[in-house]
């Protein structure tokens, strides 16, 4: 991204040059992948051409003034569709902006258009989206993760330089894994979730996804930040693209948590995943063995959590104020229909899970159990921090699977058996490639730490990613 902020500073390219380039991208590459639901043609060129006509002022809004972005489809975008892929909102246009928007826009990067997830974000494999699958670059038989998986997908397609995701449970990290792509889930709020469309308001964070460390600090930067509209905002300082430094991993205390690495962990996701941690040791950083055990009721923890606060959060969706309606004789057979009709299965699904786990016969067994348990995995990752300074585990316990091969739910909720704790702590954690196995398939690594150590996660990976041998180029 430093390159083509400096190719637009001397103007040796012109941010019209790099949407056209875009687009044309997405018109070769698309109608295989599927990542982009609502193309803003238009809407990008215009953008561009303002940034250009800056630049020629020399007035350029940021560094990055002209450089195009693509915006997960949960994200509110003024005039511009706003799905959420789901049938419910297949026709809804938000009147105003999402922070994340208004921050990307007031940095003058241009808006290519919307990017698929799975239905409302509950998914793991973009295969719950109402409008298609998105697949994987490197293998279009196989999933590109979900639930942000178009953001993944058109970033390793080459469709965009960068693209914003967010994260409940793994959304941003899993994808980014499978798709060999970097994602980050920052701290819990340190980036607003003002205007993002709610899955699970005490887990969801919006993040950045692109193709390197340092490009993935640049759109970090330009989000994070305080804001006064949304309730959860931690009220953190703007976060400024580190100077890069090697060094900092000399005497770095490394966590390995055991739990990460025992069974059900692909061997050659392990070999590549324990390559990087010696590459760090060799570099003088110290591998110190811990243990998480808690990881062990993240999953249940989370699932529990996730849809009681989905089944609360979608109650909204009900064809009154916006989005389709069926048309029926009164008001409760008509909100009845219109949810039938518009929610996808695995939404119903988490509906009906959530409501349960609310019902007064269950909550306390259910919902308040689940805030217990969450409450002793942030107890357990705070006394790991007293130990450590960042924590290294594989991101997912495979690469990509195939398209339709996990057809139980409990399956696919498994994919997010190592990214669900740093929702649940609140911590951040960044995905990034760290290999590829005998098939070609990038596999992730996932450095977590502490509160607001964005800036240290961040430098940790660019010391792993540059150990790391490129894999074989992605061709649609």
């Known amino acids: ?209 692109a193709k390197t460390v340092e490009e993935a600090a640049a759109l970090f930067s330009l989000i994070a930040g305080e804001d006064p509209r949304d309730a959860t905002s931690a009220g953190a300082p703007a976060f400024q693209v580190p100077r890069w430094n090697a060094a900092v991993v000399q005497g770095l205390r490394v966590g390995v948590p055991e739990e990460f690495f025992s069974s059900g962990l692909n061997a050659e996701v392990e070999a590549a995943v324990r390559r990087s941690l010696r590459t760090l040791e060799e570099q003088g950083a110290v591998l110190k063995p811990i243990s998480l055990a808690t990881n062990d009721y993240a999953i249940d923890t989370y699932l529990t959590l996730v849809t009681a606060e989905a089944s609360s959060c979608l109650a909204r969706f009900d064809g009154v104020r916006y989005g389709e309606r069926v048309a029926a004789p009164d008001a409760n057979t008509m909100f009845a229909k219109t949810r039938g009709a518009g929610f996808g299965a695995e939404v119903k699904r988490r509906i009906m899970l959530g409501t349960y786990v609310l019902s007064a016969s269950h909550y306390e067994a259910y919902y308040e159990q689940a805030q217990r ?68 398939l990038p596999i992730g690594l996932q450095i977590m730490g502490d509160h607001y150590q964005e800036e240290l996660v961040f430098q940790v990976g660019r010391v792993v990613e540059a150990s790391v041998e490129r894999g074989p180029k992605v061709e649609v």
């Open 1 to 209: 991204m430093r390159e083509l902020a400096e190719l637009l500073q001397t103007g040796q390219v012109s941010s019209t040059e790099l949407v056209i380039a875009c687009l044309e991208q997405i018109k070769q590459t698309d109608g295989v992948i599927n990542a982009f639901l609502t193309v803003d043609e238009q809407g990008a060129l215009e953008q561009a051409a303002q940034s250009d006509a800056r630049r020629a002022r020399g007035e350029a809004l940021s560094p990055w003034d002209g450089i195009p972005v693509a915006i997960k489809d949960n994200i509110s975008t003024r005039g511009l569709r706003t799905t959420c892929a789901s049938r419910i909102l297949r026709n809804y246009h938000p009147v105003y902006d999402a922070t994340v928007v208004e921050r990307l826009k007031q940095a003058g990067l241009p808006i290519l258009g919307k990017t698929n997830l799975d239905e409302f974000a509950m998914g793991s494999s973009t295969e719950y989206s109402a409008f298609g699958v998105t697949k994987n670059p490197h293998d279009p038989a196989r999933v590109a993760g979900g639930s942000s998986g178009g953001s993944a997908a058109a970033v390793a397609a080459g469709q965009v330089p960068w693209a914003l995701g967010t994260d409940t449970g793994g959304s941003i990290r899993q994808p980014s894994s499978f798709c060999g792509v970097v994602g980050l889930k920052p701290t819990y709020g340190r980036v607003s979730r003002y205007g993002v469309v709610a899955l699970a308001p005490s887990l969801d964070q919006v993040g950045p996804l």
């Open 373 to 440: 348990v969450r409450t002793l995995i942030k107890l357990e990752i705070a006394r790991a921090f007293e130990q450590v300074d960042v924590i290294i585990t594989p991101t997912t316990p495979s690469t990509a699977f195939r398209i339709g091969e996990k057809r139980n739910p409990l399956e696919m909720y498994l994919s997010d058996l190592y990214t669900a704790t740093a929702n649940l702590s609140g911590i951040c954690a960044l995905s990034l490639p760290c290999g590829y196995d005998s098939q070609g």
